[in-house]
């Protein structure tokens, strides 16, 4: 959930942890709980390095929306996943070598 700026006519400005579906809605004062409206405020994305940043806008992205993915791997990536099912050649019959 993220962190939303406020301001309330009497109390003046103040933070509050609203989740993404509801930012849009109006949020109670907690001094004197009248309905306040967001404030617009800069989220200083410029001062974020590239990763951060990129790494930020997929969570905000997935939020509200997660993306439904199919997993795809290389051959021989060696992960767990890959593994479960993929068996070795059978030792049953070593003894019938030549028949």
């Known amino acids: ?11 003046g400005p103040f933070d509050e942890w609203v989740s993404m579906a509801d930012a849009t809605k109006a949020c109670a004062c907690p001094g ?18 590239g990763t951060l940043r990129r790494a930020l806008a997929r969570s905000e992205k997935s939020g509200t929306e997660p993306k ?6 290389l051959a021989g990536c060696g992960c767990g996943i890959c593994k ?6 059978s030792t049953r019959h070593k003894w ?3 028949h």
């Open 68 to 73: 439904v993915v199919k997993k795809a791997h």
């Open 1 to 11: 959930m993220p962190l939303y700026n406020y301001v309330c006519d009497d109390c």
């Open 84 to 89: 479960v099912g993929k068996k070795g050649p």
């Open 32 to 49: 004197c709980s009248e309905l306040s409206q967001r404030d617009v405020a800069s989220p200083q994305l410029s001062l974020m390095n």
């Open 96 to 98: 019938m070598i030549g």
